[in-house]
């Protein structure tokens, strides 16, 4: 049983087993290279034949060492015959896998390795490193809990739990229902009513289609005696069932060379043969073992790893950074992280007492810091190269995560699993064992209506495996009851990724516990509390920036979703009432549609019910930053900027406002008016700068025209000059972030960068001049900016201190990490600004009257279509309401002519316009040709 006397987690055979017990088989080609790792408890299931198989593995070993050493003494007697020599090796080993396959009459042997979690929840957060589809998995349970109404929800609590992370980290693999204690629930009929507890429970969820099926008794469960052990007949049913079910699988029949298993033997007799103890073989290492046995290519020698990893055999990751090394010992490499990850009451280890000597990092150990000092004395045996690997590899499994310290020279690590059970100070010290008891849900707030105020927002997170089902933008919490599990380890995932993304904005305190956590997004207080009754999380935002706070924790959520848990799915809700929530995404989308909204039959106001949360449209009051940017060149790095900066909540508890045109534009509008208004409403501008941007200049100097990045980038300066706008803060592109990639592209340099701007025309551009004039003057009813060369302004933005974006994915920089900078880069600009004197603000714009141009007086050209400029065409879309359409027509440089020429499928397939729009387009088209 567990540790606190918990009984739905119950023993096997005598044994201490959690709910969930793994069996890996092993390869079926040769028995000799089967898993030898060793489980927690001696289990009987292989006691029969355990010293039959070591004997054969032994004698297998004897035999693989005398085919070595004979290819050594080849090798050494006549260096011109190593390939025949080896080719000679492949062709015995090709010649018994030969022999076992043509074995008639006998089946092949399967070596299982057994795992037992103990039914420690502190090392729950392990079990995506353990778990695989190539395993068999035991679901034990109390039936006396399950049997009990009193006690049957907590139980097939613990039954869902383990259900849902056999579907979350080895999906498709089988698993067998074992009921414990038949000694007191010893009745047939009893059996048939909890088959029939866990089918009705479970069926509809579409787990028990890997449940494996008691034929004998025609139950879904095997109910076991633990106190008759071997001599209960239902225990060997259990495991013929078991070997049954094992057989059954595709994998059990790969057809796996044995050149790979005699590698592998090669690669663990050489960790044993250098005296250092190693358990770990660098992947240039393995690369020239496996030549010696005719696996050449490094395709073949992934591909071999990564089976052997599937089954368990080594640890070899594929990621970058974590490639070069492979751990040949699983078992160490676990005992290595559950020296960190322990219940320090309860677990402890001879190594603790040198530890203890660093009183500091020992103490902040127990309250979840990791000081990497302390690793000496915790992994003693290990060299320094060993725990460096190690600790890569706990950040790759969030098993750790850094924090932030005013020392540049010193790391700290938050430990997710050695968090307090909750923030009541009753659990301060030592790890509650079990996550999912009685006592955890009675601590733990249920469902209940908190709807959103000017003050607080409240919102609700589920997860699923399993598509939620929606009536129209509304869900029963009786749905989501059936349907969203809370996997362990998620929240406290959240938690720790929340922490260090935010550590920088935060001048308070987190506090942090397993069960409920108090965040601070700048100086707004998030409380976050997890809501298993939902199968999910709930979300306290003291502030009226709660979607921004919500978008930012979901930006986060999906990052530790699609590293640990990628086939669990999140949604976010609203509560509507105490039986109903409105998915706000779903709400959201309505909104910006302009569609009816309806729940429970009834209309929903939105603005009422959740009016923090509607999406805003058109231009705002104000923004704390405006982005500038060449849409054909550099959209892709700005929609991801964007995404980042819309979600930063500043030190002031304000959201950040970020204009972008995409969203900022009103359908109908003039779309350069709306840039310029938006401009001169932001404190600071982010112009957009890439060598592409800055390429499309050129030709100013050839044929003058309305440059509209050249106008933004004008207008900026001319408002800085003037006291209306704050800072003008660059982001100067390298090449790899750009929408065009040029065959063989070299990183750009600020040095690229000015020479670019010195092949720029010398001379203003007398139309872009035109277009800011007359903004600044007849809007801003400000005097007009001096006029400055295409070169001059280009050369005055490269000038100031802005952020260098130059890295990339390709350069070896994750973008997240990338973009994170950025952020922070921006969001310390936009809080020093909010710190300086207000700067000058024209009268509002929309008291200011705004007069018609001249080109909207006339009408249309008093010419020809076919002779019109692209000038003309920008100015006809703008006559014609069709602004939405100018920066594709700009970018493809149309003229008249070409206007002339275009028909619905050229607007729909080469601008991405909706089919509507385009035929509305043609057919004004159609009536001004004349």
Not at 419 to 439: I, N, Q, R
């Amino acid at each position: 049983n567990n540790n606190n006397n918990n009984s739905s987690g119950d023993s096997l055979g005598g044994t201490a087993t959690a709910p969930a017990l793994q069996t890996h088989p092993g390869s079926l080609q040769a028995t000799h290279s089967s898993p030898q790792q060793s489980a927690t408890n001696s289990v009987q299931l292989a006691a029969q034949r355990q010293q039959q198989q070591k004997e054969e593995e032994e004698s297998a070993a004897r035999a693989a060492l005398a085919a070595e050493e004979s290819l050594a003494k080849g090798e050494a007697s006549d260096d011109h015959e190593d390939e025949e020599e080896e080719v000679t090796l492949k062709q015995l080993v090709d010649q018994a896998t030969l022999e076992l396959d043509n074995s008639e009459g006998e089946q092949e042997e399967i070596v299982y390795s057994i795992f037992d979690m103990a039914g420690q929840t502190v090392f729950y957060d392990l079990l995506h490193m353990l778990m695989t589809r190539f395993g068999i998995y035991l679901v034990c349970f109390n039936m006396e809990d399950l049997y009990n109404p009193s006690t049957r929800a907590n139980c097939l609590t613990y039954i869902k739990h383990w259900l849902s992370t056999i579907a979350l980290h080895a999906h498709g693999a089988p698993f067998v229902f074992v009921g414990t204690h038949k000694d007191a629930v010893p009745h047939r009929k009893q059996h048939e009513e909890l088959s029939s507890v866990l089918s009705h429970t479970f069926a509809s969820q579409g787990f028990l289609s890997n449940a494996v099926f008691n034929e004998q008794e025609d139950i879904w469960l095997f109910p076991v005696d633990n106190t008759l052990g071997i001599d209960d007949p239902t225990v060997l049913r259990l495991r013929f069932a078991i070997d049954k079910a094992v057989r059954a699988q595709d994998y059990v029949h790969l057809q796996v060379p044995m050149s790979w298993l005699a590698c592998l033997d090669s690669m663990r007799k050489q960790t044993l043969s250098d005296g250092s103890g190693a358990k770990r073989l660098t992947l240039s290492a393995i690369k020239k073992i496996a030549r010696r046995f005719e696996i050449r290519t490094d395709e073949d020698v992934h591909k071999m790893l990564s089976v052997l990893h599937e089954f368990g055999l080594l640890f070899y990751f594929s990621e970058l950074g974590l490639r070069n090394t492979v751990v040949l010992d699983p078992q160490w490499l676990i005992e290595t992280f559950t020296a960190v990850i322990r219940d320090f009451s309860l677990h402890i280890r001879p190594s603790d007492r040198a530890a203890m000597e660093n009183y500091e990092a020992w103490r902040d150990l127990q309250s979840a810091k990791l000081h990497p000092a302390i690793l000496q004395h915790l992994w003693p045996n290990h060299t320094a190269a060993e725990r460096e690997m190690c600790l890569d590899l706990m950040r790759k499994h969030a098993l750790i995560v850094p924090l932030h310290t005013d020392s540049a020279s010193e790391e700290v690590f938050l430990v997710p699993s050695l968090l307090p059970f909750d923030l009541s100070g009753e659990s301060t010290h030592g790890v509650l064992t079990d996550a999912l008891s009685d006592k955890f849900t009675q601590r733990l707030p249920g469902y209940q209506l908190l709807p959103s105020t000017p003050a607080q927002c409240s919102v609700y997170v589920v997860f699923h495996l399993t598509p939620l089902t929606f009536r129209g933008v509304t869900v029963s919490l009786e749905d989501l009851q059936r349907t969203c599990v809370l996997p362990s380890g998620l929240f406290i995932r959240l938690l720790c990724s929340l922490v260090k993304d935010h550590q920088y904005t935060s001048g308070q305190n987190h506090e942090l516990s397993k069960t409920r956590a108090r965040l601070y997004f700048g100086s707004v207080l998030v409380e976050v509390v997890c809501s298993p009754q939902m199968g999910g999380i709930i979300i306290k935002i003291g502030s009226s920036a709660g979607a921004r706070v919500v978008r930012r924790i979901e930006s986060t959520l999906n990052t530790v979703l699609s590293g640990v848990f990628p086939t669990l799915r999140a949604t976010v809700l609203l509560s509507l009432d105490n039986k109903t929530l409105v998915s706000l995404n779903r709400l959201q989308e309505a909104c910006l549609q302009s569609k009816a909204i309806f729940a429970n039959g009834l209309p929903l106001n939105p603005e009422e019910k959740f009016g923090p949360f509607v999406p805003r449209r058109g231009l705002q009051p104000r923004y704390h930053a405006m982005i500038s940017y060449r849409q054909a060149c550099n959209s892709s790095f700005v929609e991801r900027l964007y995404d980042c900066l819309s979600q930063v909540i500043l030190r002031s508890g304000e959201a950040m406002e970020v204009f972008l045109d995409q969203t900022g534009l009103t359908a109908g509008c003039r779309f350069d008016r709306d840039f310029c208004t938006a401009l001169s409403r932001s404190q600071v501008a982010l112009p957009v700068m890439s060598l592409h941007a800055i390429e499309r200049m050129k030709s100013l100097g050839d044929t003058d025209r309305v440059d509209y990045l050249l106008v933004e980038w004008t207008l900026m300066t001319a408002l800085l000059e003037q006291g209306v706008l704050s800072r003008i803060f660059p982001m100067v592109l390298g090449d790899s972030w750009s929408n065009i990639t040029d065959e063989g592209s070299s990183v750009a340099t600020f040095d690229d960068f000015k020479r670019a701007a010195m092949s720029l025309p010398d001379t203003p551009s007398a139309l872009t001049y035109s277009a800011v004039d007359d903004f600044v003057v007849t809007q801003l009813h400000l005097s007009a900016p001096p006029r400055k060369s295409v070169r001059a302004i280009v050369l005055e933005l490269l000038k100031f201190d802005g952020c260098p974006c130059f890295f990339s994915a390709k350069g070896g920089m994750q973008n997240w990490q990338a973009f994170q900078l950025y952020e922070n880069e921006v969001r310390k600009v936009v809080e020093g600004v909010a710190d300086t004197p207000a700067k000058k603000v024209p009268r509002a714009l929309a008291e200011l009257p705004v007069p018609p141009t001249a080109q909207e007086r006339d009408g249309l050209p008093k010419k020809p279509m076919a002779e019109w400029s692209e000038q003309d065409v920008v100015n006809w879309l703008h006559y014609r309401n069709f602004s939405k359409f100018v920066p594709a027509f700009t970018h493809g440089e149309v003229v008249g002519a070409t206007l002339a020429l275009l028909d619905v499928n050229v607007l729909v397939e080469e601008l991405g316009s909706s089919r509507l729009n385009a035929r509305a387009l043609i057919k004004q088209r159609d009536l001004d040709i004349v």
